[in-house]
């Protein structure tokens, strides 16, 4: 019980200094926007088998923008000289990382529910009877990018080149998650039946289980000076 | 007596290195025959597929020192984490370069996105990104940092390779299993420059990290000598 209001503490003080200036998730929502229209002129939308590219259009806006807000996660801390404050939290770094983590989680999903929203429109999606297994994909897939996101996003804050960083770091290991979201979406929209995609499910699933753990182990050694 | 003795260990594990690649070679282009169908280009194979195992090899030592490292703290587990993964990369380089130039000839492509050749590029990206990371850190979170990313990235090669074999399942298999079904001779070379591969990279290993660890007693002396300037 005491874990887990702590552990509310660091995510309600992530939610209240964004709702204060609400800088990360606009800049999130209107750069994922304006990575659809680039895409819609890149690929000339809307005519012939458009349809195909929708899933990896989708997926790359919501990483671009994702690793966008991600990146603050911790580079914000540093900047303002509050991640001591934050590494001195009485709690174990597990509580901390999870903490950052779930915050991340919200911040990302919120973009990635406006992604899709401004896509039914712009691509004339119709989303509403994939609903359930779109979400459920989102969301592994989102828990995935914010699990991998956030340790990277605390390594990469010590360094000088933070954003390039996180880039180098983060799309190497994202590899499977990126792949299995793709292709579970495009499954999902060619309107197969949710069984179609159980095997890329579980694949997201083991690999946020995975980094998880990993997280779990290490984030002790990563916030060690 | 314990230097003298480490260094009589590192000159005959490289003395039989070299004997061993010269075994390797001729045993490459004399004792093994040349392949039926695939012609003299087949010969790459004999340095592409120890390649490959030595760079996940080095890869693997990497995941294992890093883990030590984390568990007992002595940076001399964090020198031969970089060093190996160093090694790795090498090693990881020349399979994507040998790769290619096989598969130009017998496939007609320079590459194709089959699981193996893609995990071995995402492994190379990985490691890569390992090293930016070595040189973007502060001195004091170097160790702890590389130590956390060389476990993370070594965990994901199976996911990886698991995603895209089912991302690729539609698409014909292109490489075949040929370990099996070899001619003896072929079979004898491979067993061969696979032990040579592996010499080699104990005395790079070896040379590597005394190479490391002399450059950090190095900077160390002369930080100590500036304090002494300094101080006079």
Same mark, same amino acid.
């Given at each position: 019980?005491?874990?887990?209001?702590?552990?509310?503490?660091?995510?309600?003080?992530?939610?209240?200094?964004?709702?204060?200036?609400?800088?990360?998730?606009?800049?999130?929502?209107?750069?994922?926007?304006?990575?659809?229209?680039?895409?819609?002129?890149?690929?000339?939308?809307?005519?012939?088998?458009?349809?195909?590219?929708?899933?990896?259009?989708?997926?790359?806006?919501?990483?671009?923008?994702?690793?966008?807000?991600?990146?603050?996660?911790?580079?914000?801390?540093?900047?303002?000289?509050?991640?001591?404050?934050?590494?001195?939290?009485?709690?174990?770094?597990?509580?901390?990382?999870?903490?950052?983590?779930?915050?991340?989680?919200?911040?990302?999903?919120?973009?990635?529910?406006?992604?899709?929203?401004?896509?039914?429109?712009?691509?004339?999606?119709?989303?509403?009877?994939?609903?359930?297994?779109?979400?459920?994909?989102?969301?592994?897939?989102?828990?995935?990018?914010?699990?991998?996101?956030?340790?990277?996003?605390?390594?990469?804050?010590?360094?000088?080149?933070?954003?390039?960083?996180?880039?180098?770091?983060?799309?190497p290991v994202?590899?499977?998650?990126?792949?299995?979201?793709?292709?579970?979406?495009?499954?999902?929209?060619?309107?197969?039946?949710?069984?179609?995609?159980?095997?890329?499910?579980?694949?997201?699933?083991?690999?946020?289980?995975?980094?998880?753990?990993?997280?779990?182990?290490?984030?002790?050694?990563?916030?060690?000076? | 007596?314990?230097?003298?003795?480490?260094?009589?260990?590192?000159?005959?594990?490289?003395?039989?290195?070299?004997?061993?690649?010269?075994?390797?070679?001729?045993?490459?282009?004399?004792?093994?025959?040349?392949?039926?169908?695939?012609?003299?280009?087949?010969?790459?194979?004999?340095?592409?597929?120890?390649?490959?195992?030595?760079?996940?090899?080095?890869?693997?030592?990497?995941?294992?020192?890093?883990?030590?490292?984390?568990?007992?703290?002595?940076?001399?587990?964090?020198?031969?984490?970089?060093?190996?993964?160093?090694?790795?990369?090498?090693?990881?380089?020349?399979?994507?370069?040998?790769?290619?130039?096989?598969?130009?000839?017998?496939? *007609?492509?320079?590459?194709?996105?089959?699981?193996?050749?893609?995990?071995?590029?995402i492994l190379w990206f990985t490691y890569i990104a390992y090293?930016?990371?070595?040189?973007?850190?502060?001195?004091?979170?170097?160790? *702890?940092?590389?130590?956390?990313?060389?476990?993370?990235g070594?965990?994901n090669v199976?996911?990886?390779?698991?995603?895209?074999?089912?991302?690729?399942?539609?698409?014909?298999?292109?490489?075949?299993?040929?370990?099996? *079904?070899?001619?003896?001779?072929?079979?004898?070379?491979?067993?061969?420059?696979?032990?040579?591969?592996?010499?080699?990279?104990?005395?790079?290993?070896?040379?590597?990290?005394?190479?490391? *660890?002399?450059?950090?007693?190095?900077?160390?002396?002369?930080?100590?000598?500036?304090?002494?300037?300094?101080?006079?």
């Open positions: 019980m005491d874990f887990v209001q702590k552990l509310w503490a660091i995510v309600w003080k992530d939610l209240t200094s964004e709702l204060r200036s609400k800088e990360m998730i606009l800049s999130m929502c209107l750069f994922s926007f304006l990575v659809l229209i680039i895409f819609s002129f890149a690929f000339e939308m809307g005519f012939g088998d458009s349809k195909k590219i929708i899933p990896g259009i989708l997926w790359v806006s919501f990483i671009f923008s994702g690793l966008m807000g991600v990146g603050r996660s911790f580079g914000l801390e540093r900047d303002r000289g509050t991640i001591q404050g934050l590494f001195l939290c009485p709690m174990s770094p597990w509580g901390i990382y999870l903490g950052k983590m779930i915050g991340t989680f919200v911040f990302t999903m919120i973009m990635v529910i406006f992604t899709v929203s401004i896509s039914t429109i712009l691509f004339n999606l119709n989303v509403l009877p994939f609903l359930v297994p779109l979400g459920l994909i989102i969301f592994l897939g989102t828990l995935g990018f914010s699990t991998v996101g956030t340790i990277f996003s605390a390594i990469s804050a010590t360094t000088r080149t933070r954003d390039v960083m996180l880039s180098i770091l983060f799309f994202s590899v499977p998650m990126i792949i299995a979201s793709v292709k579970a979406t495009g499954t999902v929209l060619d309107g197969k039946p949710i069984q179609a995609i159980f095997s890329w499910l579980n694949i997201l699933a083991a690999f946020d289980l995975v980094f998880l753990l990993l997280a779990y182990l290490t984030f002790g050694f990563i916030i060690e000076e | 007596m314990m230097v003298t003795h480490k260094k009589f260990i590192t000159e005959t594990i490289q003395f039989i290195t070299v004997f061993m690649m010269l075994a390797a070679l001729y045993a490459i282009f004399f004792y093994a025959p040349v392949e039926k169908t695939m012609g003299i280009v087949q010969k790459i194979f004999y340095i592409h597929v120890p390649s490959a195992f030595l760079a996940f090899f080095a890869f693997l030592i990497t995941f294992v020192t890093s883990i030590i490292y984390l568990y007992k703290k002595d940076y001399k587990w964090d020198v031969i984490a970089a060093c190996s993964a160093e090694i790795g990369v090498v090693f990881c380089t020349i399979v994507l370069i040998t790769g290619p130039i096989w598969a130009k000839p017998v496939w *007609n492509v320079w590459w194709t996105w089959d699981p193996r050749l893609t995990t071995t590029l090293f930016m990371l070595r040189g973007a850190v502060r001195e004091n979170q170097r160790a *702890n940092l590389s130590a956390v990313f060389g476990i993370i070594f965990v199976p996911i990886t390779f698991l995603a895209i074999r089912l991302w690729r399942t539609i698409h014909p298999v292109v490489i075949t299993t040929k370990g099996l *079904n070899m001619v003896p001779p072929m079979k004898h070379t491979l067993i061969l420059t696979f032990i040579a591969f592996l010499f080699l990279f104990l005395t790079l290993l070896l040379c590597r990290t005394r190479l490391e *660890n002399i450059r950090i007693d190095t900077e160390k002396m002369r930080a100590l000598a500036e304090d002494r300037f300094d101080q006079e």
